[in-house]
């Protein structure tokens, strides 16, 4: 039913730009945290940004100061404006959503199919 749809990733040459997209559709309710994730070819998927409400962020310590994650609310829709890129930041980038429960019980977590961001000369 939910559905993370990412945008915007391709190919860049090191110190260049990238903005990603991640537009959510199927759900009547706005996710209280939407972020991104990557994942390099043998590697483990990290985190690399998330936010609640647009001012309240976290980041990466490998990402600060080079990207920035936004959030519109009226569109169900998270970017990640990344700048300055290295080849280190090659991986494929993946959206995700998080809709808290009460009552104690465990969040409800939803990820997009992801999208490859490559960083190359």
């Known amino acids: 039913q939910v559905q993370l749809v990412e945008s915007g990733g391709g190919l860049v040459q090191p110190g260049g730009s990238l903005r990603l997209s991640c537009a959510a559709s199927?759900?009547?309710?706005?996710?209280?945290?939407m972020g991104w994730y990557r994942q390099a070819p043998g590697k483990q998927r990290e985190l690399v940004a998330t936010?609640?409400?647009?001012?309240?962020?976290n980041y990466a310590d490998s990402v600060k100061g080079r990207f920035t994650i936004s959030r519109d609310n009226a569109k169900n829709t998270v970017y990640l404006q990344m700048n300055s890129l290295k080849p280190e930041d090659t991986a494929v980038y993946y959206c995700?959503?998080?809709?808290?429960?009460?009552?104690?019980?465990?969040?409800?977590?939803?990820w997009g199919q992801g999208t490859q961001v490559t960083v190359s000369s």
């Open positions: 995700h959503a998080q809709k808290y429960e009460p009552f104690g019980l465990p969040p409800t977590d939803y």
């Open positions: 199927g759900s009547s309710f706005s996710f209280n945290r």
């Open positions: 936010t609640t409400s647009g001012t309240s962020t």
